[in-house]
Structure formats: structure tokens, C-alpha cells
């Protein structure tokens, strides 16, 4: 949460001004833990919004979507946004409420997957009837030098996480109202300039009458199967989405929720590595356009096929959870992130730790990553996932018990390398591997040697 106070309203009255700025990951359906959802019966939507200063990205919506109470269902709906034209330096935007009306609160929203997500604007307020008033002041204008008044400064970058995921922004006086405006202005600028990718996706701008109704969302059924939770410390946040498969809704929140709950931690405790912080915001959402892949992980966000979790619910479902968890905490991104020179790991090594968690921390107990005489020919210790599952464990017991945090911190930091083998135990990958195939030869022979 970040909040700011600032001093406001001229000379008769001086109000301490709070920015309350909420963020959860992609898919979270505009859950705030600390701003309320968008309305859809505030005094914005039936305001006048202009466009003062700056271009309009013509792939985005109009300036209409700010305030008609809709807000988008994905990370990457350009029309369902409103945002200035690639490699523009932001632009101001005029708000005329028709009338002065007593402010409560001001909230804005935003969603992208990445630099395009966060807020950073400068708010104003002006009513009628002001000496030396300018309606629509051009961005290198001081609003306060022609009536506007200084309201706040919202600026939602974070720097413990990606910059992708929803923000949501509430402004208001710590005690009281705002103040009484006609007229609000926001002078917004772009999050980042590396690219020409740094003008926010704004969802949604509300306006709350302190003399008007009380708010009303749009969003308040979905809400319903957009489960938010969290673990018992408030460490790490989570949102479960059953929109798409609203008849998952009472398994997720009875079943799967306790088990994202409990492991989540665990996981992160398995994989620690030197100044990495897992994600705290993590989105699991039901889709059912995803084909035959069972789920898939990226950055903080879950997908979960809602056909095959309808068939798998009672058998395979919650692994499967347990093992895209992992690769969130993973974060193999972050090598790329980091380091321009990451060298990426194999995929068989991502996607058997992953598996290892699952089957020999999670369930052991199902014995799912068994090598039998049925799959001994074809078991290859880069063979991924359940295969190569087995063969870690096996490095494990038999040479090093901390080698898969070493394999996993290496991997996170794009210094992957075979001789990682050879260093931890002695031996290259391929004379480990040949080994562990040996075992499970005379394992199965009865032989024992």
C-alpha cells in the first residue's frame, strides 16, 4: 500500500490528502485489498471527459471507457483501455462533472502486463468562478498558476516485482471530503522511456459524490467466483478466478485454496536464493481455451484448463497446481531480467524440479514419479518432468542434499552450467545419469548391487 499525504483546498481549508494505491497480479478481477472495485454510478459517468493535451493511441479506446463502469477481462485489451499514442510523453485530460459537487474520493484504475500497467499523474481540482481561471491549461502550463488546485501526485512503479498486473489508485482526505470541484485535471505521464511502451492502460476513473448515492460495481457478480486470499502472515497474496467455470467455483474455495495456501510458502522455502523475493501476487484463473495443455505458469499468473481440472479435480488437479506454483517461484525471467549474458537452463531441468516439488514433497505418497519395469528402457535423466523428477531425487539422497537449491539458484540467475554437475558430486551428468539408471536396474532385479 503506498500513502501519501498532501495540503490542499487554499486558504479557508487545509485537509491532509491520502493516495491509498492497491496492486494485485494479472487476472485478478480488480480485487483490491485496499481500493474498492470500479463503479458504475459515481459522478464520473456522467461527466464530460476531454482530451486537453497529448495523442490518442487510435489502437485504444475512446476516452468513454474511463468511466462507463466496464473494466477489461484480460492484461492485454487495447480497446478496452484508454492510453496515449505509443512514444508520447503522456497528456493532460480535462474532467467537467457538470456541476460542483462535494468530492469524496477519486479512483482510477489500470491493467497491463507490463510497463504499461502502473499510474503516475499529477491531480488537480477547480470549481467556477475563479480570478484568473484557464479551463484547459497545455501540458507545460502550472495548473496553479491559472486557479487549479494541487490535489495530489500518484506514482504506483513498483520495485519489489514486475510492473505488470492491475492498479488501483483511491484518493481522499483522511478526514472529511476532498474538497468541492466542477472541474478535475489529470497531468499524466508515462511510467518508463526505455521504449515507446511506457503510456498506462487506464481501465476505469471514479468519482465519488460525497452527497450521492453509494457506489454500485458492474463487476460485483463476477466478483463472487474471484475468490481473494491470503496467507496466514499477509505475506503472499492470492486471487482465484472461476469466471470462465463458474461449477469449479466451490472446489477451488474448498479444495484448492488450502492447498495454494499451504504450499505456496513451503515451495518458496525450498527455493531460496541470494536477494531473490518470490512473487507476492499470485493470480490462478480458469480458462477454457486452452486446448490439451493442462495449466502453464507465467510470471505471477496461473492458467488452468477448466476441462481437464473438471476431469481431474479428485486426482490429479491439485499437483498440478502445486507444480505451476513452482515455476512462478522459479522465475527463470529473472536471469533475463538480470543479466544480458543469462545462460538459460535445459528445459528438462525447469520442468523437473517442478516436478520433483509436486511428487517428492507434495505427494510422495502416490509414488507418481516411480521408474518401473514398464517405462526402464525409455527413463532418461533429462527426460523431463516426472522422469527427471526421480532423477534429482536420487542426486539428492545419494550425493547431495542441497544440490537442488544450488541447480535452481544457478538456473535463476542464468549461470546454468553442466560442470554444476561434476562440482556438487563428483561426476559429469552423463556418469551420474548412467548411474542412477544402473540403481533402478538392480532395484527392480532384486539384486540390490
Not at 478535475?184 to 511510467?191: E, K, N, P, S
Request: proline content about 4%.
Amino acid at each position: 500500500m503506498l500513502a501519501v499525504a498532501f495540503v490542499m483546498l487554499g486558504s479557508a481549508v487545509r485537509a491532509e490528502v491520502v493516495v491509498t494505491a492497491g496492486f494485485n497480479a494479472t487476472d485478478s478481477g480488480f480485487c483490491f485489498k485496499e481500493v474498492s472495485l470500479p463503479a458504475d454510478n459515481d459522478a464520473a459517468t456522467h461527466a464530460r471527459f476531454k482530451l486537453v493535451d497529448g495523442v490518442v493511441d487510435a489502437n485504444g479506446g475512446s476516452l468513454d471507457v474511463l468511466h462507463d463502469g466496464r473494466v477489461p477481462t484480460s492484461a492485454d485489451q487495447p480497446s478496452k483501455n484508454f492510453f496515449f499514442q505509443a512514444g508520447a510523453e503522456g497528456g493532460r485530460l480535462l474532467v467537467d462533472l457538470g456541476h460542483t459537487i462535494s468530492v469524496k474520493r477519486i479512483s482510477s484504475y489500470s491493467w497491463h502486463a507490463g510497463d504499461r500497467a502502473p499510474q503516475v499523474y499529477a491531480l488537480y481540482g477547480a470549481d467556477d468562478g475563479v480570478a484568473g481561471f484557464k479551463l484547459e491549461p497545455k501540458r507545460g502550463v502550472d495548473p496553479t498558476a491559472c486557479g487549479w488546485q494541487s490535489i495530489a501526485c500518484v506514482d504506483t512503479r513498483r520495485t519489489d516485482s514486475g510492473a505488470g498486473g492491475q492498479h488501483g489508485v483511491a484518493i481522499a482526505a483522511k478526514q472529511g471530503v476532498l474538497g468541492s470541484f466542477r472541474y478535475l485535471l489529470f497531468d499524466i505521464a508515462r511510467t518508463e522511456s526505455r521504449d515507446p511502451f511506457g503510456n498506462t492502460f487506464y481501465s476505469e476513473i471514479d468519482v465519488t459524490d460525497a452527497n450521492g448515492p453509494a457506489p454500485t460495481s458492474g463487476i460485483v457478480a463476477a466478483q463472487a467466483i474471484r475468490k481473494c486470499f491470503q496467507t496466514e502472515d499477509g505475506k503472499y497474496r492470492f486471487t482465484v478466478d472461476s469466471t470462465e467455470a463458474p461449477d469449479l467455483t466451490d472446489w477451488a474455495q474448498t479444495e484448492l485454496i488450502s492447498v495454494v495456501r499451504a504450499w505456496y510458502p513451503k515451495i518458496v522455502a525450498q527455493l531460496p536464493s541470494d536477494g531473490f523475493q518470490a512473487p507476492a501476487d499470485i493470480a490462478l484463473r480458469f480458462r477454457d481455451d486452452m486446448g490439451g495443455t493442462p495449466a502453464s505458469a507465467a510470471g505471477a499468473g496461473v492458467n488452468l484448463n477448466a476441462g481437464w481440472f473438471r476431469r481431474e479435480r479428485t486426482r490429479e488437479a491439485p499437483g498440478c497446481v502445486v507444480h505451476e506454483l513452482t515455476h512462478v517461484v522459479q522465475d527463470y525471467g529473472r536471469a533475463r531480467r538480470t543479466n544480458p549474458k543469462a545462460a538459460g537452463a535445459p528445459g528438462w531441468v525447469t520442468e523437473g524440479i517442478a516436478d520433483y516439488v509436486r511428487w517428492f514433497l507434495y505427494e510422495p505418497q502416490t509414488r507418481g514419479a516411480e521408474i518401473t519395469r514398464q517405462n526402464l528402457a525409455q527413463a532418461r535423466y533429462d527426460a523431463s518432468y516426472r522422469i527427471t523428477a526421480n532423477f534429482l531425487n536420487w542426486v539428492v539422497l545419494t550425493y547431495d542434499k542441497d544440490f537442488l537449491r544450488k541447480l535452481n539458484a544457478e538456473a535463476r540467475e542464468g549461470r546454468y552450467t553442466e560442470s554444476l554437475w561434476k562440482e556438487r558430486t563428483g561426476k559429469s551428468l552423463r556418469e551420474l545419469g548412467d548411474e542412477w539408471k544402473r540403481a533402478n536396474e538392480q532395484r527392480l532385479d532384486g539384486s540390490g548391487h
